[in-house]
């Protein structure tokens, strides 16, 4: 069984478009859950309280 270059290259292609559009799904899921609201809203406030200043 000989698989051709054509079908090797049409193949990862394939996978890697899938994989990708996967693993966009999972992070826009993962960022819209409910749960993790409170975990965001602090990390986006959190330098706003950082009362030591900016780094010098």
Do not use: T
């Amino acid at each position: 069984m000989i698989i051709e270059h054509a079908f090797l290259v049409g193949f990862s292609k394939s996978f890697g478009l899938f994989y990708l559009v996967a693993l966009s799904v999972a992070a826009v899921i993962y960022a819209m859950r409910p749960s993790n609201k409170k975990r965001f809203d602090e990390a986006a406030q959190s330098i706003l309280r950082d009362e030591a200043g900016p780094w010098r």
